[in-house]
């Protein structure tokens, strides 16, 4: 598979890297960004895929986060795939922010049109990371974090992959896509309205299916802003917390006064979940 | 004067605030942004200004610096002003990137049209540090710092005012502004051809006329990414290094091996200037 480098900037002493390529998942032309730490030059590091919400490509984590500080520190990867395919050709793909371009919802879509293409879900946990492996010098020990749609993105990633992540964390998830309305716009238009099919894509009934399976829990960090507009209608911090405490799933939730759903919200704590990682990573915190 | 606040968002404990007034200096509404440490809510801060580059507002080092980890820790205030003022209604203002509209070169303009508006001077060093202390929980002892075309600013508004700030930093200033193309268009416009009103806006000049009027030496600190593309054409760092050399000028010159211009580099040793500042400040660091 041939990778064609768009740009590489020197950061915290690292390697910022853009990287476009073929993807088969995705049928088409995908770019993503990669981190590498001052120790990658020496040695493989462990990666942290970080999963970005609506609207978004590689570049607002990259630009907004403030996570390269840290992660140079830690020697710890972090690889931010898009959100969505670009251009696929989807009938409809640039309607709306909430559907096609930019909310690919990290599923594989089973429907017409969006089937074609639109299938994050194996380019996130399949294909990205055996290219990545193969071209840096980057271990396949990794953790997986998000934003909002990508918060849900890292949860299902996590939940349907036991011990593939060392940990997974999100902030300001959407923890049951089946039952509010961006969700449901998504799973509606890539799986279908038989609302059965959803669950397989859904924390919610991931954390309980799981239980009901015995898989060993997963490390799980949720992080959340008080004043995040979304808070209740779209992103149901409680129901997953409580969900996680009937069923005895154990869960990091950290709830904080007064902050919103933007990136300034997520560099505020980006610190504190890297080194999360940091430890169920093995590394040095 | 009264102050219109346009948002407040949460980070690192404190509060960064947009907000919009009618300047005297610029002849029109004008918008900055002002971020308050946690220490803020309890007593007055001492403040670091930053003047951004060619292009900019204030949001490109609120949302891409990732200072405010740092500042909420040190307990500095960050006052972020725009680089222009906006829809002067001077003819021209919006033709070139480099002048009018995110082009004030911190001067104070003396040939019409500009000169109606365009008088960043008086609007960093004086107007908007009256309404700063008058409003918000932040004293007058104060540093400056800046990137390129507001590497500039700061270090002729320091130069300029000799004890009014703690000290001055800045990340690839343009050093010699009537040595260089873009200092040459915008001097040209905003003072007239007779170079020799010129050089009272020229930060190499005044490291001269400050050290012949026996004026005590400004602390500051100039740092350079080796890797910067405009580095020989428009910054001129060695130029500026060789002239505080001559004149025994104390400088700390730090450049930085393989980085850019970007904000990229920029965040990689923000937290290093902070600390500069804070120690000259009489923070604890």
């Not at 002493?13 to 993807?23: F, I, K, N, Q």
């Not at 992959?161 to 964390?169: E, H, I, L, Q």
């Not at 904080?256 to 940091?278: K, P």
């Amino acid at each position: 598979m041939s990778l064609n480098q768009l740009s590489e900037v020197k950061v915290n002493g690292g390697r910022l890297l853009r990287v476009e390529h073929e993807s088969r998942s995705c049928n088409g032309n995908m770019t993503f960004a990669v981190f590498l730490p001052p120790q990658a030059a020496k040695k493989e590091v462990p990666a942290l895929y970080w999963l970005s919400g609506l609207t978004c490509n590689d570049e607002n984590f990259s630009q907004k986060a403030g996570a390269f500080t840290t992660a140079a520190e830690l020697g710890m990867a972090i690889i931010m795939p898009d959100t969505s395919p670009r251009d696929a050709g989807v009938v409809g793909e640039d309607e709306a922010y909430d559907l096609g371009t930019g909310a690919g919802f990290y599923v594989n879509a089973t429907q017409a049109p969006w089937s074609i293409a639109y299938n994050m879900y194996s380019y996130v946990t399949e294909e990205l990371p055996a290219l990545i492996t193969a071209n840096y010098a980057i271990s396949d020990q990794a953790a997986i974090s998000g934003h909002s749609m990508g918060g849900h993105g890292a949860l299902i990633c996590a939940l349907k992959n036991p011990g593939k992540y060392a940990s997974v964390s999100a902030f300001a998830p959407i923890t049951s896509p089946s039952q509010c309305p961006w969700g449901q716009k998504g799973f509606t238009a890539y799986l279908g309205s038989d609302e059965t099919t959803w669950s397989e894509w859904d924390a919610n009934q991931l954390v309980q299916s799981n239980r009901a399976a015995g898989i060993a829990p997963q490390a799980l960090l949720i992080d959340q802003g008080s004043s995040d507009p979304f808070y209740a209608d779209q992103l149901m911090p409680s129901l997953f917390a409580s969900t996680c405490e009937s069923l005895a799933y154990p869960l990091d939730y950290r709830e904080r006064e007064g902050y919103d759903h933007s990136y300034y919200y997520i560099s505020s704590f980006i610190a504190e979940h890297l080194r999360y990682h940091a430890k169920h990573l093995g590394l040095t915190v």
